[in-house]
């Protein structure tokens, strides 16, 4: 039966660990009553981890996915790993490390993202490096200069923040859109918006840190023609800087 989770990570992007209940558990997937497992979405991918039981049995996850509920939340068990029980309590604890380079990734591309002044086609979060595709039919941005401006506005320590707007506020305000392929979700009545102070405002349901200087340093490693409107730029953490 579809159903609704709470979706811990969407005000507290830090937070490793829950308990919560099982609602359902199979092989296809576990949900939860609440979780702080990101689910694939917006160009991030889902988050891995354990689900421990209460006698400390572990189930490992490695994918997470949106279930066909409003906010449901399914944890993908690896093949053969054992199920928790439905009805018990458990702890949800995501792999951190891989959850942090996402969301420093995450958040250098929404800086990308302000620095060309153009629609964004698609995209990729990845733990090492992401992309953004603009429609760019007649420009090839330079990839040095990019590099440059891109860690000035990492070093600037500029703050990052979520806030809430009705659909209607966003209808009002269509320039907030940025992507053509992923329209922000509306139909429950509001939008999460992702605000870099001074510098980028748009809807993001993903997680980012919470500056930007704790992205670190980063380089625009590529910069590739994909057919004839589109510059996909490629956008790698500096060696050292990936953990």
């Not at 929404?110 to 995209?123: F, K, M, N, R």
């Amino acid at each position: 039966m579809a159903g609704v989770t709470e979706l811990v990570f969407r005000d507290a992007g830090y937070v490793r660990s829950v308990t919560g209940v099982v609602v359902r558990a199979g092989a296809d997937g576990i949900v939860l009553d609440r979780t702080v497992f990101y689910p694939t979405g917006g160009g991030q991918p889902g988050d891995r981890g354990i689900i421990r039981a209460a006698d400390g049995t572990a189930t490992l996850i490695v994918d997470t996915v949106k279930g066909p509920g409003l906010d449901e939340v399914v944890h993908v068990p690896a093949p053969g790993a054992p199920l928790p029980s439905v009805g018990s309590t458990v702890e949800a604890v995501i792999n951190w490390d891989r959850r942090h380079r996402l969301m420093r990734m995450h958040s250098c591309l929404h800086l990308l993202c302000s620095l060309i002044d153009a629609p964004v086609t698609g995209g990729q979060v990845g733990e090492d490096r992401g992309r953004l595709d603009f429609d760019l039919p007649d420009v090839t941005p330079d990839k040095d200069d990019l590099s440059r401006r891109l860690n000035t506005l990492i070093a600037a320590d500029h703050a990052l923040s979520a806030r809430w707007i009705s659909d209607a506020e966003l209808a009002a305000s269509p320039e907030l859109v940025r992507t053509m392929s992923v329209k922000p979700p509306i139909g429950s009545g509001r939008v999460r918006l992702m605000e870099v102070a001074g510098v980028d405002l748009q809807p993001c349901g993903g997680t980012h840190v919470r500056s930007t200087a704790e992205i670190g340093a980063v380089e625009v490693v590529k910069i590739e023609k994909k057919g004839r409107l589109n510059r996909r730029v490629i956008v790698a953490f500096v060696e050292g800087n990936a953990a």
